[in-house]
């Protein structure tokens, strides 16, 4: 993922958490950010498929500001989150692998809310709140992590640590959610 342009665990970036945007002062450079995000998430896409969706967050690129994308399973479109924050979480939550594009070669069981509310700001400056269930949750409440500085090992039950790529026998597998 390095060679694709993947800023690695170990780095402060990935620590930090990233500055907001003041829109719509700042639209110009939310623009060219969110370029620079799809552009990545296209180079790895052709490299790596991504059965659960994915993810990439700006200081993933380099770039200390609050913005990410998710590109959810399949043909639907893809979430830009600008300035985003988790306004409200449910208590249910579920424990699924998760990987990071930061450190592929090892996955991790991280316990996350099954629904969130995230607050997104526009480029227009407006905001809006959006209620995002299981995959996409967890995929969401991932990126956000990253845009506060957090990977997902901190998220991790204590005394838990991430199992090699090659042991994690679900590669490939939609994560699986109780719809009872």
């Given at each position: ?6 800023v690695q665990e170990g780095a402060?970036i990935?620590t930090?958490?990233?500055r ?6 700042e639209?110009?450079e939310a623009e060219r950010?969110v370029?620079?995000?799809f552009a990545?998430l296209n180079?790895i896409?052709?490299?790596h ?5 994915m993810?990439?967050a700006a ?9 990410a994308?998710?590109?959810?399973p ?6 830009i989150l ?6 409200a979480?449910?208590e249910a939550s579920d ?6 594009l930061s450190?592929f070669?090892v ?6 809310p099954l629904?969130?509310t ?5 480029l227009s400056?407006?905001t ?6 299981h995959?996409?949750a967890r995929?969401?409440?991932h ?6 500085g ?12 991430p199992?090699p790529?090659?042991?994690y026998?679900?590669?490939g597998?939609?994560?699986a959610?109780?719809?009872?």
């Open positions: 993922m390095r060679d694709l342009g993947v402060a990935l930090t958490p990233a907001p945007f003041d829109l719509t002062c639209r110009d950010i370029d620079e995000l990545a180079r896409s052709r490299v498929p991504f059965a659960k969706g993810g990439i200081p993933q690129i380099g770039i200390g500001r609050a913005a994308i998710v590109q959810p399949g043909d639907a479109p893809a979430i600008l300035n985003p924050r988790i306004t979480r449910v424990e699924q692998y998760e990987g990071c450190f070669d996955r991790g069981l991280v316990p996350r629904e969130i995230v607050e997104t700001t526009a400056g407006e809006s709140a959006t209620v995002f269930e995959g996409r995929l969401i409440h990126e956000i992590d990253h845009l506060d957090f990977l997902y090992t901190a998220r991790m039950r204590p005394g838990a640590t199992i790529v090659e042991e026998r679900q590669s597998q939609a994560w959610y109780d719809r009872s």
